[in-house]
C-alpha cells in the first residue's frame, strides 16, 4: 500500500468495537461453510478480520461502486488469499454477481436502506444462496414495533432525520420477508449496545 492510499485508508470505529462479539458468534455458524458474500463491506475492515480469523472461507465483498476503492485498500493491505475484490452490488439491482455462495453476512446495512431496498436484499439473498445456506444479518432491531432501549430510540430518530426512508426495522417484519425468500429462522443473538445477530436457513 502506497503512502497516499495509506493517508486516505477509511476507517470505522464501530467495526472494531463489534468484530470481536460479531466473531464469537457466526465462528460457529460458518463452520461448515466454505463461500460467503458479504453484502455492504463498507469499509472493508470487517471482510479483513473475519477472513483472517476464519481462513477456511472464501469472503466475497460487494458494495456500491462508489465504496470500492476504499474496501480495496483495506484488502490489498492484508494481501489475505482467502479475500476477493469487491463485487458492484446495489441490493435493488435486477442482477445480483454470479456467485456462488453458501452463506450471506451483512452487517448495520438494513436500518441505513430504503424499506424497498431491504426487501429486494432478503430476495436477493434468497436467489443467491444454496440449499441449508446461511443468512447472518447484524443491527439493532425492534420487537412489536418496540424499541429495545433509548439509545436506539435517540438512533431511529437521529436515522429518520438524516433520511426519512431509513430506520430501525422491526424484527417481525424482516422475518417475514425471509420467510418469502425461502428462509427459515435458526436463533437471535443477544449482542452488546443493543445489537442483534440474526440467522437464517435457506430451505430446500
Not at 85 to 105: C, G, H, K, R
Not at 131 to 147: A, E, I, S
Request: aromatic share 10%; proline share 5%; net charge negative.
Amino acid at each position: 500500500m502506497s503512502q497516499e492510499q495509506s493517508l486516505h485508508k477509511p476507517y470505522c470505529s464501530a467495526c472494531d468495537k463489534n468484530r470481536g462479539p460479531i466473531l464469537s458468534v457466526i465462528k460457529p455458524l460458518l463452520c461448515c461453510c466454505s463461500t460467503v458474500l458479504e453484502i455492504g463491506s463498507g469499509t472493508g475492515q470487517h471482510a479483513v478480520y473475519f477472513a483472517e480469523k476464519l481462513p477456511h472461507l472464501i469472503w466475497y465483498t460487494s458494495d456500491l461502486a462508489e465504496n470500492h476503492d476504499a474496501i480495496r485498500i483495506w484488502l490489498d493491505e492484508a494481501g489475505l488469499p482467502n479475500t476477493r475484490s469487491p463485487a458492484v452490488l446495489n441490493v435493488t439491482q435486477s442482477v445480483w454477481p454470479d456467485i456462488e455462495v453458501d452463506a450471506a453476512f451483512s452487517a448495520n446495512t438494513v436500518h441505513i436502506m430504503s424499506w424497498h431496498a431491504v426487501k429486494a436484499c432478503f430476495a436477493g439473498v434468497g436467489r443467491r444462496l444454496q440449499k441449508n445456506g446461511l443468512f447472518l444479518l447484524y443491527g439493532p432491531f425492534n420487537y412489536k414495533q418496540c424499541y429495545t432501549s433509548e439509545s436506539n430510540e435517540r438512533f431511529d430518530v437521529w436515522l429518520k432525520e438524516r433520511d426519512p426512508q431509513s430506520g430501525i426495522r422491526n424484527f417481525e417484519d424482516v422475518n417475514e420477508l425471509a420467510e418469502k425468500a425461502g428462509m427459515l429462522l435458526e436463533r437471535d443473538y443477544e449482542m452488546p449496545a443493543n445489537n442483534r445477530i440474526l440467522c437464517w436457513k435457506k430451505l430446500a
